[in-house]
C-alpha cells in the first residue's frame, strides 16, 4: 500500500485530495491546523491525522517520523495574507514574512525532512501553486510572490533530485474558503469544484509523468481529464 503525506487537509483541495488518494487505496497521514475538521477527515478516511502548524520545526519532524515510508509528498497547506488583499504598498512586511514560512519555507522543510524515505521510494513531491505565480495581479503581490518561489524551488528540486517526480500544479481558481476570503463568496461559489480537480491530481500521481509544472488545461490534456 503506498502511503502520502498531505498538508492542509482538513478542508478544500487537501481534503478533496486525501479523498480522492483513500478511493484508490492509499494510506494516508493527514496534517492541518483545525483540529475538529482533521480528525472528522481522518475517521471518515481511516487516516492517520496529526495536527499542528507546518512552520513549527517540532511538527514538521513528527510528521517524518510518523511516514517511515512514504510515497507522496503533497504540499498542499498555504496562507493567503492579509484580506482584503492590500498593493505592495501597503502590504505589511510582518505579514510577507508568515506567508513566505509557510508557503515556501514550510514546504522545503517537509521535502528536506521526508527525502531519505522519498529517495529510497522513489517517490513523488506535488506542490500547490498559483497563477498568481506568474500573472501580475493587483493585491496578490505577496501570496504570489510566494508561489513563484515555490515553483522555482520545485523546479530545482527536480533537478537535484531525479528519480522523484516533482509537480508543481496551477490547479485554477477552486471554490475554497481562501478563494471566498480573497474574492466574495459569490464569485467563489463559481468557481470550479475541489473535487474535480482533486480527481485530476490524483490522475496525475497515478500516470507519473516527468517533473514539471502543470496548469488546469495540460492537467487534462496529461491525464485525459474532461471538463
Known sequence: MKTALITGASRGLGLALAKALAEDGWSLILTARGEEDLFS????LNAQAIAGDVTDPAHVARLAAA???????VNNASDLGPVPLPPLSCL???ALRRLFETNVI?????????L?????????????????????????????????ALDQMSHVLA???RDLAVWWVDPGEMSTR??????????????????????TLARLVTIRPESGRFTKEALAVTTGARE
Open 67 to 73: 511516514a517511515p515510508e512514504l510515497d507522496l509528498l
Open 116 to 148: 531519505p524515505v522519498l529517495r529510497r521510494r522513489k517517490g513523488a513531491v506535488l506542490g500547490i501553486s498559483s497563477d498568481a505565480a506568474v500573472e501580475a495581479y493587483e493585491g496578490w503581490g505577496g501570496y504570489g510572490a510566494t508561489k513563484a
Open 92 to 94: 505589511p512586511l510582518d
Open 41 to 44: 477527515a481522518a475517521f471518515d
Open 159 to 161: 533537478a537535484e533530485e
Open 178 to 199: 481562501m478563494l471566498a476570503d480573497a474574492v466574495g463568496p459569490e464569485e467563489a461559489a463559481s468557481a470550479a469544484s475541489p473535487d474535480s480537480v482533486a480527481a
Open 106 to 114: 514550510a514546504p522545503l522543510a517537509l521535502v528536506q525532512a521526508t
